[in-house]
């Protein structure tokens, strides 16, 4: 039985910052975010978008009645839970308005999250053909105004159904795996902003990388010729990229240059939207599979997920016929066109705007977010969500 990803989607918030107004605000030359770090724009949440609204939102634009229906286990990725117990697929499952004879859970491992959740996805589909599994990764990236991580920042969700014969790519066999106890990249339960040894965290990402690559390898006796493009988690565009320039002396100048040339399709959202940590990989793909204009059906991608603590995965996934007919290119397109540009006085008051902690009731401005699912407010220590359509 064939098994992947049917369909695709992400939402972003509908503002950002431009990574040259914050290099000069920062007192930084630009040309360090820009090609240092490779990143243009980033996203700003307003204090109505937290990391369930952004999945609901993702979600919203791919889904008919009849998913609706067949969706049976729902599958929340994100590093930026809202509750220590509830998950946030729960609130998703009932904005959404989904069977309610479903699984839903949260899971948890960095950036890796959205990759483990479409491989439980995998095994439940095996059991169960005729279901759909909604994998969301959700997150808003902080590292705090005027740090080393701010340029690193981001927000997004991206939505993918997982089914049998699936019409955009198959997820093929074997996929290969290794974990490490490190701390290169973590936040404490008692902190809103992660901690981070950026030297450390990039130089795992490139060893972990070149394990599972290793791997991958012996498994499959396949190299670099054998695929057509491969995506990246980036959770900044130059970062990737490194990654793939490691394994460049075991491969032919083609296979280099045009390795090369689709991962610049790769990072385009990217650079636009910034770090959405467990989305991250599946915005790469998405931007390569609805940017390019050469790659087939039938075509290999190769798939790299890193999550810091440390989890990384690679495998791979075939184009399917008709597979560009499926993509939501043109909403895509115009929700990133369409996003308001801020002032870094206008970022940095809407980044220091925060939700009560100490138990208070607040209502939130929902009718100023053009979002169709916003939170609404907390009263009684629960958060409150609008799905205006509904």
């Known amino acids: 039985m064939q098994i992947g990803i049917d369909k695709i989607g992400f939402y972003t918030p509908q503002m950002y910052i431009d990574m040259n107004e914050l290099a000069e605000a920062r007192d930084v030359d630009p040309a360090k975010f820009t090609i240092g770090i490779g990143q243009e724009r980033m996203a700003v949440p307003p204090i109505t978008q937290d990391a369930v609204t952004l999945a609901a939102n993702a979600a919203l634009e ?108 198959t997820i093929d066999e074997p996929s290969v795996y290794h974990t490490e106890d490190i701390m290169d990249f973590w936040r404490p339960n008692y902190s809103d902003v992660a901690f981070v040894d950026g030297k450390f965290s990039n130089e795992k990402y490139i060893s972990f990388f070149q394990n599972v690559w290793g791997q991958y390898q012996t498994k499959t006796e396949m190299g670099l010729a054998d695929f057509d493009a491969i995506c990246f988690h980036m959770p900044y565009t130059k970062m990737g990229l490194k990654a793939l320039k490691s394994i460049f002396d075991e491969e032919t100048n083609s296979d280099q240059d045009r390795l090369m040339d689709r991962y610049e399709i790769s990072k385009t959202y990217n650079k636009l939207v910034g770090n959405i940590y467990t989305g ?42 008709g597979y560009k007919e499926v993509l939501k290119t043109a909403q895509h397109q115009k929700l990133l066109e369409e996003r308001k540009a801020l002032s870094v006085a206008e970022y940095e008051d809407i980044f220091q705007e925060g939700l009560p902690t100490d138990g208070s009731s607040v209502t939130l401005p929902v009718e100023e977010d053009p ?10 220590h629960s958060r409150h969500y609008v799905n205006k359509n509904r």
């Open 62 to 169: 791919i889904l008919t009645d009849e998913d609706k229906q067949q969706i049976d286990y729902v599958i929340f990725a994100t590093e930026s839970g809202i509750d220590q117990s509830k998950a946030a697929a729960i609130y998703v499952h009932r904005l959404l308005g989904l069977n309610p004879n479903a699984r839903s859970v949260e899971v948890k491992e960095a950036c890796f999250g959205a990759t483990a959740g479409i491989q439980m996805a995998k095994g439940h589909i095996a059991l169960h053909p005729e279901s759909k599994v909604l994998v969301l990764g959700s997150d808003i990236s902080r590292y705090g105004l005027n740090t080393g991580g701010e340029v690193t920042q981001g927000a997004g969700a991206v939505a993918m159904i997982i089914s049998a014969n699936p019409r955009i790519m």
């Open 371 to 380: 979002a169709v699912i916003c939170l609404g407010g907390i009263e009684n």
């Open 280 to 321: 991250a990989l599946y915005l790469s793909l998405i931007s390569l599979l609805e940017l390019n204009t050469d790659i087939e059906p039938g075509a290999r991608i190769g798939l790299y997920s890193y999550g810091s603590g440390a989890v990384g995965e690679f495998f791979s996934g075939i184009l399917q016929p």
